[in-house]
């Protein structure tokens, strides 16, 4: 899969929208990939671990891989380091803290240290928070549009994405050319 499909396949998952910041940096080569010994290049490394657990409950891992698998944290990081303007940047590192604070006055603990169901419910407050139909046009974009919109775009650009998830299948396909008649099941015809 080329990245422009891998572009238009992340864009149709997000509603069909993805900034001009994600898309300079998917076009520029950066994706997503799993690193064993990984720092951040942006992010502290508490923030790093933040966006690692915030996707990882976006897209989960199950019988997939998930965005911790794919390394979507790392992509992130990449995308927030070189491609995105500072009132972005500032607005993903606030996003980033309020969702602790919000763990923190819920649960009593960091984002990172809940359990998958807690995780969920802050960022179930955040995702309404992000999609109010309340929220006005010229208003910038909620903190929550960003990660998801940079989850999906990474995980859909990782090799275990676009190979588990996206399902790609080659056009025209295989050519069979001589198999017996009984397998052909239906045969089509013209008149």
Request: negative net charge.
């Amino acid at each position: 899969m080329n990245r422009r499909d891998a572009i238009k396949q992340a864009s149709i998952l997000l509603g069909g929208v993805l900034s001009a910041s994600a898309i300079s940096g998917v076009m520029a080569g950066c994706k997503a990939e799993p690193k064993i010994d990984w720092s951040p290049k942006y992010f502290t490394a508490d923030e790093g671990s933040l966006v690692e657990a915030i996707a990882e409950r976006i897209i989960p891992k199950t019988d997939s891989p998930g965005a911790k698998d794919a390394g979507v944290h790392t992509f992130i990081d990449e995308m927030m380091a070189g491609y995105y303007q500072d009132k972005e940047k500032t607005a993903f590192k606030d996003g980033l803290s309020a969702v602790d604070a919000a763990a923190k006055t819920a649960h009593g603990k960091s984002f990172v240290s809940l359990t998958p169901e807690q995780q969920d419910e802050v960022l179930t407050a955040q995702d309404n928070a992000a999609y109010d139909p309340g929220r006005k046009r010229e208003d910038p974009p909620h903190f929550f549009r960003t990660m998801k919109e940079l989850t999906v775009t990474g995980f859909c650009t990782s090799e275990a994405g676009a190979s588990h998830f996206l399902k790609y299948e080659a056009v025209p396909g295989a050519y069979h050319g001589c198999i017996p008649y009984s397998e052909v099941g239906a045969a089509w015809a013209t008149s």
